[in-house]
């Protein structure tokens, strides 16, 4: 079992969430809310309005989000998801906790401990996404007016 912080569009309330439960992908257990140790550029981009977490540490925000325990099955699913390893690169990042769901495993962390889990984010960029709006607390649904577009209702000449 592996931890996965979702910023984007698979947390809760958001339109790909349905996937972190759907049990052909594999086994998931909600753990908690934490934001980033670190701060990333954290940008809405590209055609499909897309939150992309720009791999520049020490710049933008402290991202908030969920961390979920998943199973190798789910694993590889949101890696395939994610386009790893050309499109978004998955590492190891350092979070604070929020709040804690304690797991199955029983184990318990204060708000304010410091985690572990893997995250999705970019090194493959535009160099104009650098200056894009960044943002601490991703929704599809904001003020932003740039809701996430599902890749399949776009006609297939549009990249």
């Known amino acids: 079992m592996a931890r996965v912080f979702v910023y984007g569009t698979l947390k809760k309330g958001q339109p790909n969430n349905y996937r972190m439960f759907d049990t052909s ?3 998931t257990e909600f753990l908690g809310t934490a934001k980033t140790v ?3 550029p954290l940008v809405i981009a ?4 897309v939150p992309y977490l720009l791999n520049i540490p020490g ?6 989000g969920e961390i979920y325990k998943v199973d190798e099955k789910m694993l590889e699913f ?7 390893p050309t499109h978004y690169q998955r590492t190891l990042n350092k979070l604070e906790v929020k709040e804690w769901v304690a797991g199955a495993d029983g184990e318990t962390l ?3 401990s410091i985690t572990e889990a893997y995250l999705y984010s970019t090194k493959t960029y535009k160099p104009e996404w650098t200056k894009l ?3 601490d607390n991703y929704d599809s649904y904001g003020d932003h007016g740039l809701k996430a577009i599902p890749a399949n209702s776009l006609p297939a000449y549009v990249d």
């Open 59 to 64: 710049q933008g925000n402290q991202i908030h």
């Open 25 to 27: 992908n594999g086994k």
């Open 78 to 84: 949101l890696d395939d998801f994610e386009g790893v």
């Open 133 to 135: 709006p960044t943002y």
């Open 46 to 49: 590209g055609i499909y309005n």
């Open 38 to 40: 670190e701060k990333f």
């Open 110 to 112: 204060e708000p304010g």
